[in-house]
């Protein structure tokens, strides 16, 4: 089965890498609609199963063998399983950019037809955050993360353009309960509007290699989705409700990083191993 048609039709089977995180312990829910059945994936312990329309299947990202058995019988993947902050380059190798091979090479030979990839906003983190871009601005990744992320949706666009696997890539903002600082204000992602997202991720048809920023209705926000008006994504929420709790904060120093660059506090983190 490839994408179904209309957002009535849940597919069969979904699987979420990443099932252990936090995005993904939301996910697991939020997501029960679109599926009759949830394949759970992650290195981590995830909680048992809740009823037959879970199944919980422990797996390394880095390791091939495993993953091409975990993407056997499923109709489509949200790969969000990964290192998710900056790390050394050998401890974002195994799982982040090994893995998303991994992941599209079972989904090859599976004949898997549509991944949705949860990249970053870290694919883009050294623009200015006086500056508005969109999906097709060059990439600028602040971090190792952030090019594991870049590296990522490149392969997104191979595997579509040799193969035809459908992916969109999600450049997820700040997904969490609220925003936590400044920056947030403009990349906060609420979990409803990440939801909706990923829901039209799944079901609009012909959507090739699309690239959509991760942001709710924030009122200063830094990126464009112009070229992903496919999806039709109306996000409902806004971390203009937050402003005062955050604005409460202490203003960083005009030439701190985490002020002057998207990427925030990613910009300055390493190097390693010296
Ligand atoms: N939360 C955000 O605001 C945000 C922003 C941008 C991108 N993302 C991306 O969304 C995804 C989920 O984010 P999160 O906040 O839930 O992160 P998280 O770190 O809480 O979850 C990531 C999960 O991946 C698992 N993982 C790590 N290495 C693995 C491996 N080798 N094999 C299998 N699983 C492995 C971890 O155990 C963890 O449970 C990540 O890919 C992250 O990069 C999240």
Redesign the pocket.
Known sequence: MTTTATAQTPFNRLLL??????????LRESLRPYANVIRL????DIAPAIDDREEVVP?????KHAVHQLVEGVDAIL???????ERSFEEIL???IC?VFHIYEAARRHGVKRVIF?????VIGFYKQDEVIDAHSPRRPDSY?GLS?SYGEDMATFYFDRYGIETVS???????PEPQNRRMMS?W?SFGDLTQLLERALYTPNVGHTVVY?ASDNKDVWWDNRYATVLGYAPQDSSEVFREKVEAQPLPAADDPVRIYQGGAFCVAGPFGD
């Open positions: 890498t990443g099932a252990a995180g936090g995005l993904g312990k939301v994936s992650d290195i981590a797996c390394d990202l880095a390791d790969h969000f399983g990964g290192v998710s902050v195994g799982a982040n893995g949860a990249s970053s906003n870290h993360y992320k999600v450049r997820i903002g700040s997904s969490f990349t992602l991760g």
